[in-house]
């Protein structure tokens, strides 16, 4: 009972560093691990979890843009730094001022950097992208061997020094997908054109979350690692074993607690009815602080699908009809079943268990627990903790 909790997500960095601490121990030493923070840590807070990633020894940090890695720098991260997405004409200076490596996947994005490289007056770190399938960004194989080319005679000239070689694989949470050793192919066949172009990169890399845990053989010089960082599991369908902890855990007080006769519809359109005399709780979080409003499962065209569940006092309790903008309405058991609960017990919306995961909550929209996690924000006030500390 907490009369004045507030919805709430709770992040745990103990959990971050044990994760991360996790896979580098699965890796081994030849392997380096790179921190993937990129849209505010998935969620998690990136200042936060970047700084508790470089306690846990992780040598790099990922991140998509070049304005997130300027506020890693601003908030005094000094560590090695990846960003993988340039804008059309985007000024790069303050990321080569800042010691940033930043990924090229065409020659245009070289000349940004050598305009970069001008401006601040010191050589840059560049990494070269080649797509190996994914068909996302990446330079194509026929732009390749130019693009090392114009990257290698920069390298000459002092410009900047070519640091790493990676790519992005499209389907390694499916260890028998045919792209993984296409691409694994194709990577290795982009390398040999680096090498005969006399570039010595120092990281060579491939490899996401679901491939680090699934792919020795894909893991190289480093891993990448988003989701399983914070503890959510990059590859649901497949057994791994890898000791991972959700940092995340979402929580909210009953608002509203009421007894309602047989055949009470619920929330907009009536989309449920209480079969039997039943217990309601209001929840004071809705779609537009991130919970997914096909989250209830009543509301999909075809068959209705099971509704997403939050924890209550230990237990299981299903969401009934329409997530609003503000709120959910969760049933808090039949008559009889209920738990108790009253108006301020706190809700556990997603967390560890017995709290509903996020790959559950993916699971009931349809989605994947990346969105789950990314979205979750609005008006939940984040807050972090550490539950080793002390210990
Ligand atoms: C987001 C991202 C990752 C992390 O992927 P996970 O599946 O979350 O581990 C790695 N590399 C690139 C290029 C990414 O965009």
Known sequence: MSATARPEIVV????????????DAL?????????????DAYGHGALEVARAAREAGTPWLGVATVPEALALREAGDVGRLLCWLVLPGEDLTAAV?????????TTAHLDLLARAVEASGRPARVQLKVDTGLSRSGSTAEAWPA???????????????VTGVWSHLAAAEEPEHPANAQQAAAFHAALAVVEEAGLRPEVRHLANSAAALLHPDLRLDLVRIGLATYGLDPAPDVAHG?????AMTVTAPLTMVKQVPEGTSVSYGWRWSAPAPTTLGLVPVG???????AAAGNDRPGPAGAPAEVEVGGRRRPLRGTVCMD???????PAGTEVGAAV??????????PAPSAQEWAQACGTISYEIVTRLGGRLVRRHVDSEEGA
């Open 12 to 23: 745990d960095l103990a959990a971050v560093r044990h994760n991360l601490r996790t896979i």
């Open 27 to 39: 890796v081994g030493d030849d392997v380096a691990t790179m921190a993937v923070v990129k849209a």
């Open 97 to 105: 001022a800042a010691d940033v490596d930043v990924t090229a996947a």
């Open 147 to 161: 693009l090392v080319a114009a990257a290698r005679a920069g390298e000459l000239e002092g410009r900047w020094r």
């Open 242 to 246: 890898t000791d991972l902890r959700p």
């Open 287 to 293: 779609y537009a602080d991130g919970l997914p409003r």
């Open 327 to 333: 709120q959910v309405v969760v049933e808090l058991g």
């Open 344 to 353: 301020g017990d706190v809700v556990r919306l997603v967390g560890p268990a």
